[in-house]
């Protein structure tokens, strides 16, 4: 099959991706081989920067960035309806996080599945909406890579639907940036998704992972990534005037960081267009209730200040030991950086094991969340880590 020839290629350009030269003018210490960056133009498609922008690197889940093209383009051809339900199979309820926690035999609709995919990322949805439009998810991440092509994006594979890890699933920061360019061009009345702050699952409201809708004027989407082999991943488009500029940003060390960088990029993106570089918002530490998703563009609204809040799941007499139990905490609440930290408690030596970078309310999602998975969990304020009152 043309697709799993091209296996071995894939595999060997990703050991000899060389190493990064990192944006000048940006001043984000990125620091990492895996680096790669560009902006463009949405309109015309021209690149106003770019870093590494045709080396491959893993999508991670900015791989749901196609999963929800081709959800669109089914609902555009009156193939699927919004309101059909999405079967979950045993396979789809079997991906690892982030996930809705789909159980087998259940079903969603597909207005579910995608708010689902934009705010959580959930891996479980992906998997049973690719199984809805492909048949099974094989056959499904085939006619990604099929569309990709038919796109542009020359030099991206797909394997799955959600983006979890696979060695041959690989693209590029120009193909992600034409891919986005495709969704808001070929779909602009169902993009709009990718700007819900929020989503209601089962009771359980469920915060967008993408904080620069929050803190960057004119930011309305449009998809976050993470795994390992790939670092911190970000596509946003975000518009000024008559200007609507889209930047990709992968390997990023951290959330922040990657936040910061794009935010960068793309003020200088506005500066080479003649756009006046607005002020950065503040991001709220109690993000909005949920928006309807007929009503999931940005409104405009005072917004408090953001206060960077921790978790503390364990003290360790080893730093392999708080790595390992950081590392679980990330997977089990699905949010935060991992952070150790050593310290001194009686004289002897321990270190911290931590999820940084979150709001207040995150911060206390996550411990909820850990509460659960009977992970201690202790939330601390941002002055100095001081632990919260509770």
Known sequence: MPIRSGTAWVSLALLIVAPCLLARAAQAQIGSSRYSSIVIEAASGNV?????????RHPASLTKMMTLYLAFEALRDRRIGLYQPVPVSAHAASMSPSKLGLMPGTRLTVEEAILG???KSANDAAAALGELLGGDEERFAQMMT??????GMTRTVFRNASGLPDPAQVTTARDLATLGRHLIRDFPLEYRYFSTPTFTWRGRTIFNHDRLLQTYPGADGIKTGYIDASGHNLVTS???????LVGVVLG?????????HMSNLLDQGFERMDVPVAPRIA???????LVPVANAAPLARPRPQLARWSVQVGAFGTLAAARQAAANARRAADDGDIRVEQASVRGRKTWRAQLTGLSQS???QACATLARHRIPCTPLRPEGGQMASR
Not at 238 to 244: L, S, Y
Request: hydrophobic fraction near 50%; charged fraction near 25%; charge should be negative.
């Open 117 to 119: 995919l934009v705010t």
């Open 238 to 244: 975000a518009v000024r005037g008559d200007v609507r």
């Open 48 to 56: 106003l920067s770019a870093v590494n922008a045709d080396e491959l």
């Open 362 to 364: 995150e911060a206390a």
């Open 146 to 151: 099929l569309r990709a092509r038919a796109l």
């Open 283 to 289: 991001a709220p530490s109690h993000l909005p209730a």
């Open 252 to 260: 990023a060390a951290s959330n922040p960081e990657r936040d910061i």
